[in-house]
């Protein structure tokens, strides 16, 4: 028959768990919080770890369904008022959930065994199971309410019911009514037969060990069912109706209880309270067409709703490769529309070539609408991102025994989707390491007048075409004197450099590498991430770090951020005979020095340009990229100032060229990393344009230098 | 061919679930995220076969079968229910709101076609 693709089912559940994952984590916190758990609560909960049971099963996720099984059965109970919600109760739910999360992307790779299942599970499991046995009263217990339910029905006819039959393993079949159970393991399928019509079509059913199907019957007269009848033959045919007159319902082949109860009285309750187990393994596909999903599949499929409550949402799901592949085309089209304006300049007849001219610039203005649509598609508000958050403070603050409130603004703000993943981890070390450095304990913050709970805050805003994200702890701030210290006992910094830093300059150098402080190596601010990584990070997505900090006031950290990373503004630049990209918002400016400010230091290997009172180094592009320059005197050519961080250097360039706004294409998919080049970009002409790093032409520069020192000192 | 409604608020089960019904030869599919959009959807055309998860948000499985049991055109219509449990608490439930069958998930696509095609077959 068919062939799931089952990788990908795998995926969009992975998808959908992290949101469960979101629901449970923020319920459990609020819970925690709160000392208590409301009946909606408890049923928000329930509903989580039903669907993420029920849809791992179907993805054979089979060690997280495991746990999610056990711990749905725990919610269920608590739902239920059979346990008593308790507060320590949301501790260890916030484990099973934090537990689910692990073997789920364990199971995603394949590397979850049992050994390994029960290492992570056993004392969880034993944890819910001494609760599910010490508050309910057994497993049986919920077995009255079925029989309720159930209409009283007489047992009776079987000539009405054709058989309708099991098929090879019978993992289908049908039931007559209320059999009562049907073989635990077995059935997967069942009727309600609803007697008002068709009462003589009822059916039998198999429940041996597969069913997956079956019928209910509601109808008092059609149904019957007579234990010994059991229908565990395995007929072939699979949905046939049987022609002998007599096989009615059978309920599971061996099930003695079954059969007791369920003569007199059909609606009886199963015995075995929970069949479900043996339905996981059934759920191999089967057959193998590698069949993809069709294409038909997800077209229309994509509604999903917020959790408001109205019904129809008028949004799709798409996946963000059909995006990217989108902005690609659009990035082929502005490409396109250069290599058109190139050639239109070309043409010789004036008249011609305004007119064209006149209709390109429309097209240019209509892309560049097309380009903004699009990216507007990526965004996705920042509440994605904080929604995280809660549940890390929680578990630090538990790990540090400090106390604290968790504060966002800008929800709504939105940021590129793509930015998202490399946003994430710098924003969670930045919050562990305000926790672990910045707030104080308790008695601590009490001593010095303030509130026992210390106060992260995130808040993020737009403006000028850039997303400004800041972290804010009221912690103590931070020791500058230690940090310098620190720098200049591990030669990150010279003493005679610290005279012209400014305190922002001083704070910045906790996110120098190796500096980060003994504690910040601990398990928390820990995972081999120091803040260099963040600096790292944020300037990969093209964005900068700042700092400002006070004593007993506390510390915030902003990271400023290119709203997207596929398009960008760039400056051409001409060194030699080669024309490079600069990013617009790295420049701060740009001259022709005059003689005077040209200092050299050394022995003249090294250039400052001395610029109001600050000395920059300069950068010979030439020298770097190898190029013949067509100046080789600053004075000649331009310098051009730019910023990363806090650190400038002055790209000393031939000329400066126009400016553009250029589709990024990264180097390292096509070609492979090159320092101080960033990416590339497909010129109006068919070119390809380097976009230069300043980060890591500033980098780079650094490196000559010690290098040159290092070699000096050896000589 | 038959028109089949399937209501589940996973994205990934609705997909399945149609990936299996397409390529048993029912093509003629359409999904609704709960129970609310699916009322509305089973209000706007006729389906042959509802096909409902059970727990989902504004509206779950059994309360839609009982709304889609009081419309006329609904009346005696196949309705499945998707379930992870054989429960008898779940048969009493799925019963009193009139649900004509269920189907245990996780559900192998040949199981899913032949309910299916019983249930269509059985009017």
């Known amino acids: 028959v068919s062939g799931f693709d089952i990788n990908m089912y795998r995926e969009m559940f992975a998808e959908e768990a992290e949101e469960l994952f979101d629901t449970l984590d923020n319920v459990l916190l609020e819970a925690e919080e709160q000392g208590d758990l409301s009946d909606e609560q408890m049923i928000e909960l329930f509903r989580a770890m039903h669907t993420l049971k029920g849809s791992g099963s179907s993805v054979e996720l089979q060690f997280m369904t495991k746990l999610a099984h056990k711990t749905e059965d725990f919610m269920d109970k608590l739902r239920n008022h059979e346990i008593a919600y308790q507060a320590e109760m949301a501790s260890l739910l916030i484990d099973c959930t934090d537990t689910l999360k692990e073997l789920l992307e364990m199971e995603m790779d394949d590397s979850c065994d049992e050994d390994t299942f029960q290492s992570k599970t056993s004392h969880l499991m034993s944890q819910l199971e001494t609760y599910l046995s010490g508050n309910a009263p057994a497993p049986a217990a919920p077995a009255e309410e079925p029989a309720a339910a159930a209409e009283p029905e007489p047992v009776a006819q079987e000539s009405a019911a054709p058989a309708e039959e099991a098929t090879d393993s019978s993992n289908f079949g049908l039931f007559t009514d209320d059999t009562p159970s049907d073989g635990d ?15 003589t079509k009822v059916t039998a059913t198999v429940a041996d060990d597969g069913g997956a199907f079956g019928f209910f019957n509601t109808t008092p007269r059609e149904s019957e069912l007579k234990a010994e009848e059991v229908s565990e033959a395995p007929t072939p045919k699979p949905a046939a109706p049987a022609p002998a007159p007599a096989p009615k319902a059978a309920p599971a082949p061996a099930a003695k209880p079954v059969e007791q109860k369920a003569a007199p009285k059909p609606a009886a309750p ?13 759920a191999k596909p089967t057959g193998g067409s590698a069949v993809k999903k069709p294409g038909a599949a997800g077209a229309e499929g994509g509604d999903r709703k917020a959790a408001s409550k109205s019904a129809a949402s008028n949004t799709i799901r798409v996946n963000l490769t059909k995006i990217d592949a989108l902005m690609n085309n659009v990035g082929e089209l502005v490409i396109t529309n250069a290599m058109l304006s190139q050639f239109a300049t070309s043409i010789s007849d004036q008249k011609v070539q305004d007119s064209i001219m006149e209709r390109l610039e429309l097209l240019t203005r209509h892309i560049r609408e097309l380009q903004e649509s ?15 958050f809660p549940k890390v403070i929680r578990d630090i603050a538990k790990k540090l025994n400090k106390k604290v409130e968790f504060k966002h603004f800008g929800d709504n703000v939105e940021i590129d989707k793509a930015m998202i993943e490399g946003l994430t981890d710098p924003l969670m070390h930045i919050i562990r390491n305000s926790m672990d450095h910045g707030l104080e304990m308790p008695e601590e913050r009490k001593e010095s007048g303030k509130p026992e709970t210390g106060t992260i805050t995130i808040a993020a805003e737009q403006s000028n075409g850039q997303i400004i994200i800041s972290i804010k702890d009221d912690g103590k701030g931070i020791n500058i004197d230690t940090v310098v210290n620190k720098a200049i006992t591990k030669g990150v910094i010279t003493e005679d450099k610290l005279s012209s830093m400014t305190d922002e300059d001083k704070a910045m150098l906790i996110f120098e590498a190796g500096l980060s402080t003994a504690e910040a190596i601990t398990d928390l601010s820990g995972r081999g991430v120091g803040m260099d990584v963040v600096k790292t990070n944020i300037n990969k997505l093209g964005g900068v770090v700042r700092i400002d900090t006070k004593p007993t006031i506390g510390t915030t950290i902003t990271f400023v951020l290119p709203l997207t990373l596929a398009i960008l503004d760039g400056l051409d630049v001409a060194v030699g005979d080669t024309r490079y990209i600069l990013p617009l918002n790295a420049i701060v400016e740009s001259l022709q020095p005059k003689a005077d400010m040209i200092k050299r230091i050394g022995d003249g290997g090294n250039e400052l340009l001395m610029l109001r009172e600050e000395f920059i180094p300069i950068v010979r592009l030439y020298k770097l990229f190898n190029e013949e320059p067509k100046y ?54 068919g070119t390809i344009g380097l976009i230069l790093d300043v980060m890591g032409l500033i980098e780079e520069q650094k490196r000559v230098e010690e290098f040159k020192r290092q070699a000096k000192s050896v000589a | 061919v038959a028109k089949i409604l399937i209501v589940d608020d996973s994205n990934m089960l609705r997909d399945m679930l149609k990936y299996a019904l397409v390529d048993g030869g029912y093509s003629d599919v359409t999904e609704a995220v709960d129970g609310v959009d699916a009322l509305e959807k089973a209000n706007a055309s006729q389906f042959d076969l509802v096909i409902t998860d059970i727990n989902m948000p504004n509206m779950d499985g059994f309360e839609l079968i009982q709304e889609l049991r009081k419309l006329n055109n609904y009346k005696n219509s196949p309705l499945l229910v998707l379930t992870t449990e054989r429960s008898d608490e779940m048969k009493g439930k799925g019963k009193s709101a009139g649900a004509t069958g269920w189907i245990v998930k996780p559900f192998l696509p040949d199981q899913l076609i032949q309910a299916v095609s019983m249930v269509l077959n059985k009017k």
């Not at chain 1, 393991?185 to 009462?199: Q, R």
């Open chain 1, 270 to 282: 199963a015995p075995t309270p929970a069949p479900k187990a043996a339905a996981a393994p059934a």
């Open chain 1, 632 to 685: 080789s005197e600053p004075t000649e050519g331009m310098l051009i100032v730019v910023k990363s961080g806090n650190h400038k250097v002055a790209m000393f360039v031939d000329e400066f060229l126009d400016q553009h706004q250029v589709v990024v294409k990264p180097l390292d998919k096509n070609f492979r990393n090159v320092q101080g080049v960033g990416a590339a970009t497909v010129r109006g002409d």
């Open chain 1, 185 to 199: 393991e077995g059935t997967i399928f069942g009727f309600f037969n609803d007697s008002s019509k068709a009462p």
């Open chain 1, 374 to 388: 699009i990216m507007s598609i990526r965004m996705v508000p920042m509440e994605n991102i904080y929604s995280k």
